[in-house]
């Protein structure tokens, strides 16, 4: 079997793999169900194995360079509080047309930051949304390590420029906050005088360590990008003539110290038996028979099915024909009902005992990873639902000794959750949300 990496964009996790019990059956208590496949008296088809399922919760996950800002507060009944702040910095700042350096006729007139709103949020839109501009009271970049999940920065509470609205995040429109004029015009005058301060980048953080987006406790996060890296946050100034002429000084982003930190309190959920930044594993037995896939929240899913050598108990011969996963989210957990969405992909990927990624399911014959071909049932809101073909996979599995030592688990494609929320609540009680469908060949 290949070997392959794992790189999410919350990456390098490494799950702790459980010993799994599901049921044990003899040959003859195995349920053929009420049909063959075409008429072979040999085929038949199995869909009544069991599943024991986990969430996954990992330590913690990078966030640093993902081009989006993630900023706000959401309670979710079934995952608990969340918050996440945007934190960034700058390089020294540019002034394309080096006007203002020694200028005497050149006046300030605003600091902005703009930035567009991505399509992607998390909670209730239907509120004003703040989002607020604060100043880091220390650097990024210091003694202690950055651009991960659980990271966090000291910084001014009181804003330097906020913006209120109701988003509606599908224009994704894009917004100008007007920073503090006192800020703005301090930064103005170093400019003007050529001040050592503002030369080089090192001595610039030290004078503007950061900034922040915040958001208040208005039941929702959004996801938010820069129009450009070196379009962010720009200093205006006009110079005075017969004819006003206006020039920007703009701060580049400095996208190597972009990054958002995000904090959980589970308290009063199933999940609560979590302990934040720990790697940590759940039957589902543990939480209420449900489990959860939560890509800010460093939650994952994996299920394996122990008794699945029974199937060889069957004849002399067997071989999986066709084998599937048909993965049915808990229509009680997203909808126009609630404030959420399915994750429209998935990829699953098989784990060995130490929790190491062996390999992903790929469509048959293509590089291409398999996304779960979500299916979505407006109509009755009964059948919806993700498959995966793992014919091959169960095939080796069954040619193989070492099964119990195997896991799935699935995830949202690598960095879809950089730019909005991917959430998935599954019942794993009685095979509600896991069903393995085989169609078996036994001579």
Do not use: W
């Not at 990078?62 to 969340?82: C, E, I, L, P, R």
């Amino acid at each position: 079997m290949i070997f392959l990496n794992l790189h999410i964009k919350y990456k390098q996790i490494v799950f702790a793999i459980l010993t799994i019990s599901v049921f044990s059956c003899e040959k003859q208590d195995v349920n053929f169900g009420a049909s063959s496949l075409s008429d072979d008296p040999n085929i038949a088809i199995i869909d009544t194995i069991s599943v024991n399922a986990y969430t996954i919760q990992s330590d913690s996950f990078q966030t640093v360079n993902t081009g989006y800002f993630v900023a706000g507060n959401h309670y979710d009944s079934s995952f608990g509080k969340f918050q996440s702040i945007a934190y960034f910095d700058f390089d020294k700042p540019y002034d394309s047309t080096s006007t203002l350096n020694g200028c005497t006729s050149c006046y300030f007139d605003s600091l902005v930051i703009v930035a567009k709103f991505s399509g992607g949020y998390y909670g209730d839109t239907t509120k004003p949304f703040t989002l607020n501009v604060n100043q880091l009271t220390e650097l990024i970049d210091n003694s202690s390590a950055y651009g991960y999940n659980t990271t966090k920065r000291n910084y001014n509470t009181e804003p330097i420029g906020s913006f209120t609205a109701i988003v509606s995040p599908s224009k994704q429109n894009t917004i100008r906050i007007k920073l503090s004029d006192d800020l703005g015009k301090d930064l103005f005058n170093k400019i003007q005088r050529n001040s050592d301060t503002v030369r080089t980048t090192d001595p610039f953080l030290d004078y503007i360590k950061g900034f922040c987006f915040t958001g208040n406790q208005n039941n929702a996060v959004y996801f938010l990008k820069p129009l450009g890296d070196s379009d962010f946050v720009m200093m205006y100034y006009h110079k005075n003539g017969p004819l006003p002429v206006n020039y920007v000084v703009k701060l580049p982003l400095n996208t190597d110290h972009q990054f958002n930190g995000f904090t959980t309190d589970r308290t009063g959920t199933n999940l609560s038996a979590f302990i934040p930044t720990k790697t940590l594993a759940l039957s589902s037995t543990e939480t209420n028979g449900y489990v959860y896939l939560d890509a800010n929240s460093g939650l994952y899913i994996k299920f394996n099915f122990p008794s699945l050598y029974s199937i060889k108990e069957l004849a002399t011969y067997t071989k999986i024909v066709s084998a599937s996963i048909e993965i049915y989210p808990d229509k009680d957990s997203y909808g126009k009902q609630t404030l959420y969405q399915l994750p429209p992909a998935l990829n699953m990927y098989i784990m060995n005992e130490y929790g190491v990624v062996q390999d992903y399911l790929y469509v048959t014959g293509t590089a291409n990873l398999q996304d779960g071909d979500l299916n979505i049932d407006y109509l009755y809101n009964e059948n919806t639902k993700y498959t995966f073909d793992v014919s091959d996979f169960i095939n080796d599995v069954l040619s193989s000794s070492s099964y119990a030592s195997y896991s799935l688990a699935i995830h949202p494609p690598s960095n879809a959750s950089d730019s909005t929320e991917q959430r998935l609540v599954l019942k794993a009680l009685n095979n509600s949300s896991i069903k393995l469908k085989l169609n078996v060949l036994a001579l």
